[in-house]
């Protein structure tokens, strides 16, 4: 069996002042989750506003402790990156879920 955990994650940039800044900010915060967590990441909400963003992350696996590990991971080292303004929420689905 298989599983996928959706991570939404909220950023606020208080101290940012363009969409270019933003930008940059997000693009480094995608590599990253690819890169250590293997995570697939997509910028979702907000792509006009210049201090909020809106990341969705997803995870995929084959055991549903793993990949709820991996999650639990990926929104810690997030909030670790932006103590200034992020809220992560996730949600973990079977692949019988998500196929019906």
């Given at each position: 069996?298989?599983?996928v955990c959706l991570v939404e994650i909220h950023l606020h940039f208080?101290?940012?002042?363009?969409l270019k800044g933003k930008r940059k900010e997000i693009a480094g915060l995608k590599a990253q989750l690819q890169r250590?967590?293997?995570a697939a990441v997509s910028e979702?909400?907000?792509h006009d506003l210049w201090q909020r963003?809106?990341?969705s992350a997803a995870l995929?696996?084959?055991?549903?402790?793993t990949v709820e590990d991996a999650?639990?991971?990926l929104g810690r080292y997030v909030e670790s990156q932006f103590?200034?303004?992020?809220?992560?929420e996730r949600g973990l689905l079977s692949g019988e879920e998500v196929l019906g």
């Amino acid at each position: 069996m298989s599983f996928v955990c959706l991570v939404e994650i909220h950023l606020h940039f208080p101290e940012n002042g363009s969409l270019k800044g933003k930008r940059k900010e997000i693009a480094g915060l995608k590599a990253q989750l690819q890169r250590r967590f293997g995570a697939a990441v997509s910028e979702t909400g907000h792509h006009d506003l210049w201090q909020r963003a809106t990341i969705s992350a997803a995870l995929v696996g084959r055991d549903a402790g793993t990949v709820e590990d991996a999650a639990h991971k990926l929104g810690r080292y997030v909030e670790s990156q932006f103590p200034q303004g992020v809220r992560v929420e996730r949600g973990l689905l079977s692949g019988e879920e998500v196929l019906g």
